[in-house]
């Protein structure tokens, strides 16, 4: 049975314990979750007396030479559109993958001759895939004896039987955040801030880092009201499929189970949902591909399996070329007669969904899935502490070369529902741990609502959301770079026992997700919405650039040029008084026309360069069809420190004002002898950057500049050194 949403309040405790096979978790359960009214959102696998019908049937051969033949062709491109697989998809694997491998065998599609002959004997076609070389159908003992004398047939395996019951609300209450945020920006989070700024999500937003050019794959039950909840439906859906159903809309179905859908809604609103005052999604600037694979109710006869619409769903959205994957499900329990998967099977090697996940990530998409929430306490008789039980994942937590998440409180102590690892083989889970309780995030049973959840499927999205960002920054990464600037940034966590004394280790991976640090692992940083003003006689361009080092002042730079310009100009880019981290540059209007096309570039201290676009000049930036920024650009006048200070030979000033006035900047020595006008002239709101001052003249010396103007002046000092 699927416990895909359990909702944990007094009188269901009594009826789920009484259901469980497993006696540690019905004990463990007893203990824990009595005192909590509170959501919890994960998918849990158990066993109920029911017989499935449904079984996988894998094939020896994809059928006929002709399968092959197309791969010796040697034209990627034709080969892919003619396989449904995208040109994204193509670049993506470039990332991981051989030129002349970027297709292979398991991309080609199963013999439809082999699908006609179980078809012939009277079975029903339920999923197929391409990765494995199967399809799972619906069979009566007799067709299936039939099934397995056919030559082509390699082996049968049953398809894992899984059902949901339906949902029950509750609440719980906002808990202090594990760290600060530097800043938020001007995003009001509502209850939805607590969530995303102890992985300093929130730090990477004021960055202008929102997940743009990133596509982000759901997986999950569904996705209702996504056309119309207020926090949904501006999310950009590239594409969407029901493959319970085999429809194309991913929303509440009449006829089924009014649970249905609610959890992926809830999933969705974490990773991109946008509502000021109430939820910010993680990355909320991403497109989304929409899976639903999951059935909730328990009552339909018609649905009762997921291994093969996961697998299904997964294929499907790795041939959208989805950057990233994330999925809540965990598979381990089972109907019967289905055999539930042994801990010895959880190698990643051996159960269905760790094989697709394994497959997914070599061909260059990261998966984040969730641990599960099989983990429990007990009491160490020897060091009278609490520790956690080990060994409780779920699969396809133990695939290798994904994100496996586990869930913590916000103050970055482990759930005590959280699986642990490790895996069969040795291996240490899970991969990486995130706030997944007091976790906020919209009802999709209405089209405003909101409530709290808990689990691993909470702490999953988040952290999908993290990696999205960091691919966001750094479009160029691979996903085993982006996994790995994830894993070496992670904040260890010390319970004060021994399973704490060493990282990684079987309780919280590498640690806890720091968003902000993982993406200036690889370097220094642009925001994704770069802004473009004009003012009289100049064309200022702003970005925010942050680095873990310190930026190299003279190599941040616009480069630009007309499509008629034989080469490239630059301008250097200087602090901007009108955000932390912000940066501006300055253009001549009369270098520049509606055709100019530009680039950002940035080194820092450690010899990291960041372009934007990341492959510059081969790909460039349209100047005019940068957004602009909103106004008023200050509520005030504002000065910023000259750049660079102290300096030689020359200097730039910048300022900022949100009414047209009058400007002056004037220079002084210490004496109060003015040296030199910088600004003398009526100017209209927005940010200003001078051309360079010459201090040729000047001795070496400090000096005070001043800014009048709107109301108002501004004084600093300068510092001129010869």
Known sequence: ?????????????????????????????????????????????????????????????????????????GDVKALAQSLGISSRTLQRRAKVLP????????????????????????????????????VSVEVSPQQLQTISSFPFVDYIAPVRALVSPGPQPSSAPVIPLLRKSERTGSLDYGPSYTQLATERITDLHALGIVGKGIVVGIIDDGFNNHRTHVALKNIHVLAEHDFIHNITDTQHQSWEDPSQGNHGAGVLSSVAGFDPGHIIGGAYGISVILAKTEMDSSGNADFSSEEDTYVAGLEWIESLGADIATSSLAYKEFNPPDTSYSYSSLNGRTTVVAKAASIAARKGMLLCTAMGNEGFQYKDSTAGTMVHELGTLWSPADADSILAVGATLSDGELATFSGTGPTSDGRIKPDIVAQGTSIYWANGATTDGYYYVQGTSCSTPITASAAALVLSAHPQLAPMQVRQAILQTAVQYDDGTSQTAAY????????????????????????????????????????????????????????????????????????????????????????????????FFARDSAGRIQKQPYNAPDSLLKLFTLP????????????????PNPFNQTTQFSYALAVASHMKLEIFDLLGRKIATVVDNDQPPGIYITPPFNAASLASGIYVYRLTGAGGSAVRKMVVIK
């Open 1 to 73: 049975m699927t416990f895909f949403l359990l909702y944990i309040t007094p009188p269901t405790i009594f009826t789920f314990k009484q259901s469980m096979p497993n006696f540690r978790l019905k004990n463990a359960l007893g203990k824990i979750f009595p005192a909590i009214l509170a959501l919890t959102c994960f998918s849990f696998s158990t066993v109920f007396s029911q017989t499935s019908e449904r079984y996988w049937i894998y094939f020896r051969d994809k059928g006929t030479e002709a399968n092959r033949l197309l791969l010796k062709s």
């Open 99 to 134: 030129h002349d491998r970027l297709i292979d065998e398991s991309d080609l599609p199963v013999s439809e001759k082999y699908i006609q002959a179980l078809r012939d004997a009277g079975t029903k076609i339920e999923a197929v895939s391409r990765w494995l070389n199967a």
């Open 504 to 599: 990684p280790n079987n309780l919280y991976g590498y640690g806890f997700v720091d968003a902000l640090s993982a993406a200036l692992a690889d370097g220094p940083v642009f925001s994704n919405v770069p802004v473009v003003s004009k003012s009289a006689g100049s064309v200022t361009i702003s970005t925010p650039i942050k680095s873990s080092s310190k930026l190299l002042f003279d190599s941040l730079r616009v480069y630009f040029k007309r499509p008629r310009d034989v080469s490239f100009q630059s301008v250097r880019f200087i602090p901007s008084p009108a955000s932390a981290d912000g940066y501006i540059a300055a253009i001549s209007t009369n270098l520049v026309d509606s055709t100019t096309l530009c680039y």
């Open 628 to 643: 602009s920024p909103p106004e008023p650009v200050l509520s005030s006048l504002g000065l910023l420190q000259n750049f």
